[in-house]
C-alpha cells in the first residue's frame, strides 16, 4: 500500500476525531493482511501526522491528538508489540481485584466489552455506569440466573441504558472477563461481588498480549450474536 493509498485510507477515521471499534478493526485487520514492515509503518506514521497537522486549524486539537495517539498504537511494528507485553496477577480476598478492575474503567477511553456471570459489587457497577456515561462504548454478557437477583446490579446498568445480553438457556454463561478499548484484557476467577472481594480466595490476570485478545474478543463476539 503506497503512502498516499494509506492516507486515503485513514482519512475518513479523522472526520470525527475518533477512531470507532469498527474503524479500529478494519484498520487493524488491513495491515495484518498487508503485513508492512517496519520501515513502511514509519512511513505510515508520517501520513498520520500530516493529516493531524492540516486538521488542526478546526480548533479540536485534543481530540484530534486522541485521534492520532490511537492510530500510531496501531502502527507499532509487530516485534515491538510482542516486546511490550506485561502480565499483572491479582488476588482475593482484598481490594486489589476490585481496584484494578475500577481502574481499568476509569481509564478506559473508547470500548469495553464484559462478559461475567454475575455483578453485584455496587463499586464496580458505578465505574460501569460513569464510562457509560461519558460515551465509552459497553457491551456486557451475563448469566440469566443471577442477573435478577437480589443485590444484582445488571437490571440498574440496563435502565442505565448500558446495552446487556443475557444467556437464558438452561446452562451458565460462567465466563469472568473483559477486554478494554482492545488492549487489555482482564480474565480469572474472581466474581465480580461483593463476597469475591471481602472473603473469597479469587484471582485476575491483567495482560496486553495480542494474541489471547483476539481469541476473547472472538468469544465474546460469539456469544453476544448467540444471546441477541
Keep these: 500500500m503506497t503512502p498516499q493509498e494509506f492516507r486515503e485510507l485513514i482519512r475518513p477515521t479523522l472526520d470525527d476525531h475518533k477512531l470507532s471499534r469498527s474503524e479500529r478493526r478494519a484498520l487493524t485487520a488491513v495491515l495484518e493482511e498487508i503485513a508492512p514492515p517496519a520501515t513502511q509503518l514509519d512511513v505510515y506514521r508520517h501520513e498520520a501526522f500530516n493529516l493531524a497537522r492540516e486538521d488542526m486549524s478546526s480548533g479540536l486539537d485534543r481530540p484530534i491528538i486522541d485521534w492520532l495517539e490511537d492510530l500510531v498504537r496501531l502502527l507499532k511494528p509487530a516485534s515491538d508489540s510482542a516486546g511490550e507485553v506485561q502480565s499483572e496477577a491479582w488476588f482475593s480476598p482484598g481490594d ?11 481509564q478506559a477511553r473508547h470500548c469495553v466489552d464484559v462478559c461475567v456471570f454475575t455483578i453485584t459489587d455496587n463499586e464496580v457497577s458505578e465505574v460501569i455506569a460513569a464510562a457509560h456515561n461519558r460515551g465509552v462504548e459497553l457491551r456486557i454478557v451475563s448469566d440469566n440466573d443471577k442477573a435478577f437477583d437480589t443485590g444484582s446490579d445488571i437490571d440498574r446498568l440496563i435502565e442505565h441504558g448500558v446495552p446487556v445480553r443475557i444467556d437464558r438457556t438452561e446452562h451458565h454463561m460462567h465466563h469472568k472477563f473483559a477486554i478494554f478499548d482492545n488492549s487489555i484484557l482482564v480474565t480469572g476467577s474472581y466474581n465480580w461481588t461483593r463476597s469475591a472481594a471481602a472473603n473469597n480466595e479469587e484471582n485476575i490476570i ?9 481469541r476473547f474478543q472472538q468469544t465474546f463476539n460469539e456469544l453476544w450474536d448467540r444471546f441477541a
Design 206 to 214: 491483567v495482560t496486553g498480549d495480542k494474541t489471547l485478545i483476539r
Design 96 to 106: 486489589g481485584c476490585r481496584d484494578r478492575i475500577r481502574s481499568l474503567f476509569n
